[in-house]
């Protein structure tokens, strides 16, 4: 079936540090998005990037839709970093309908 | 900048009670979605609808059912909770194709049923 698998499952950071979090999806995307989840639950979308390279602030996302994956890169983190970081690809294949990974959990230590 | 809000941050009700989560948008987004969010099972696509009186059925309908009166609110409803329906519950909304435009989430209401 639709996949897309997030990797790593966890990652610990000390402050100051960059870090890479990938995204493969098994088929062709319309577009991929990434969302970071705070401690408090709340979803907050990141980038929507179904091609080419991105950046906000300190985070920067790059999707390879030929090559079916997706990196979101986060430099000189910081402790409000932590939480679950999710891609979520809108596949047709999949009925035309957004699927999520199942996430990067980062914890930044000060 | 988008707003979704959800009528509830936590919730607290009893097995077999009609319960209703509400979902309001200011954006005028055509699509919204109802999700729901468990340890090791991630998210998981209920209900979504594409305008006003439709609905579709996502991955988990059973046990749900939606309605979408006016543009600005999608409300999701448990016709008889069940202590397995006790969930994080994720309103979503996106303007205006749904496959190519970012979606955003409300604050999520954390379910519990008893």
């Known amino acids: 079936g639709i996949q897309v698998e997030q990797s790593p499952p966890d990652l610990i950071l000390q402050e100051g540090a960059n870090s890479t979090l990938r995204c493969n999806f098994s088929?062709?995307?319309?577009?991929l998005q990434w969302f970071h989840q705070n401690p408090w639950g709340q979803l907050i979308n990141l980038f929507y990037?179904?091609?080419g390279t991105k950046q906000n602030g300190r985070l920067s996302a790059t999707t390879v839709a030929t090559e079916r994956y997706s990196l979101l890169y986060i430099s000189s983190s910081q402790t409000t970093d932590s939480g679950v970081y999710f891609c979520a690809a809108w596949i047709k294949a999949a009925g035309n309908k957004l699927t999520f990974g199942g996430g990067t959990r980062v914890l930044v230590k000060p | 900048d988008v707003k979704v809000t959800q009528s509830s941050r936590y919730l607290v009700k009893r097995t077999g009670e009609k319960v209703f989560l509400e979902c309001v948008q200011d954006?005028?987004?055509?699509?919204m979605f109802w999700y729901r969010q468990d340890p090791g099972l991630g998210l998981r696509l209920i209900y979504f609808s594409y305008d006003v009186k439709m609905k579709e059925k996502g991955d988990i309908p059973e046990g749900y059912s939606v309605s979408r009166e006016k543009k600005e609110r999608f409300s999701l409803i448990l016709e008889s909770a069940s202590t397995n329906q006790t969930s994080m519950y994720l309103c979503a909304s996106s303007f205006p194709t749904a496959g190519n435009s970012p979606l955003h989430f409300g604050n999520g209401t954390r379910l519990t049923v008893t």
């Open positions: 954006m005028d987004h055509e699509n």
């Open positions: 990037i179904p091609s």
């Open positions: 088929d062709s995307v319309n577009n």
